[in-house]
T-cell receptor, first 111, second 117 residues
Framework: QKEVEQDPGPLSVPEGAIVSLNCTYS??????FMWYRQYSRKGPELLMY????GNKEDGRFTAQVDKSSKYISLFIRDSQPSDSATYLC???????????FGTGTLLAVQP | GAVVSQHPSWVICKSGTSVKIECRSL??????MFWYRQFPKQSLMLMAT?????????EQGVEKDKFLINHASLTLSTLTVTSAHPEDSSFYIC?????????????FGPGTRLTVL
């Protein structure tokens, strides 16, 4: 079993839709939860950073962490074509600063 | 967010040659940098953790004699792919770890695309 599971997609939605992206994980030691956005042929860009359980909102983006279910989500409201990218969840915890990445979900927002 | 640069952004080389990739944190000091490799349509795979002034820690399955990492200063880490072969062709991405109170973050460089002919 992988430490982090993420549906690779692709996920195609119309402009304006609410997008839900998710990851599950198996290691309860993870305490830091990140979402990165990666455009084609570019490095990942940090979108959201959450410590422990709860919700965090930043503009059109909301990150949720449910540690009891080992489930994290990223919601994008009013999605735009410019949101089309690969979204990667990344987790960190325990005695290491290493990030463990999900496989990434490819999102396409159709105009 | 903080800025991390990589140089070169892309490189094409002949099989058997060595290629050096630089990773710099431009506006903060990074005691730890990470090197990742990403194949098309796949996620980032951690290759090694680079700590300033000490030897890098390599992930299982990564040849340390093939992928030489040097972290000579708090703002610079280099990855040298020695005797490169076509199977080493990939997208190499570095990240720099910034510890800021309780808010520890990794900032990624733009990546270097290596093509070995």
């Amino acid at each position: 079993q992988k430490e982090v599971e993420q549906d690779p997609g692709p996920l195609s939605v119309p402009e304006g839709a609410i997008v839900s992206l998710n990851c599950t994980y198996s290691n309860s030691a993870f305490q830091y939860f990140m979402w990165y956005r990666q455009y084609s042929r570019k490095g990942p860009e940090l979108l959201m950073y959450t410590y422990s359980s709860g919700n965090k909102e930043d503009g059109r983006f909301t990150a949720q962490v449910d540690k009891s279910s080992k489930y994290i989500s990223l919601f994008i409201r009013d999605s735009q074509p410019s949101d089309s990218a690969t979204y990667l969840c990344a987790l960190r915890g325990g005695a290491t600063n290493k990030l463990i990445f999900g496989t990434g979900t490819l999102l396409a927002v159709q105009p | 967010g903080a800025v991390v640069s990589q140089h070169p952004s892309w490189v094409i080389c002949k099989s058997g040659t060595s290629v050096k990739i630089e990773c710099r944190s431009l506006d903060f000091q990074a005691t730890t940098m990470f090197w990742y490799r990403q194949f098309p349509k796949q996620s980032l795979m951690l290759m090694a953790t680079s700590n300033e002034g000490s030897k890098a820690t390599y992930e299982q399955g990564v040849e340390k004699d093939k992928f030489l990492i040097n972290h000579a200063s708090l703002t610079l880490s280099t990855l040298t792919v020695t005797s490169a072969h076509p199977e080493d062709s990939s997208f190499y991405i570095c990240s720099a770890f910034r510890a800021s109170g309780g808010n520890n973050e990794q900032f990624f460089g733009p990546g270097t695309r290596l093509t070995v002919l």
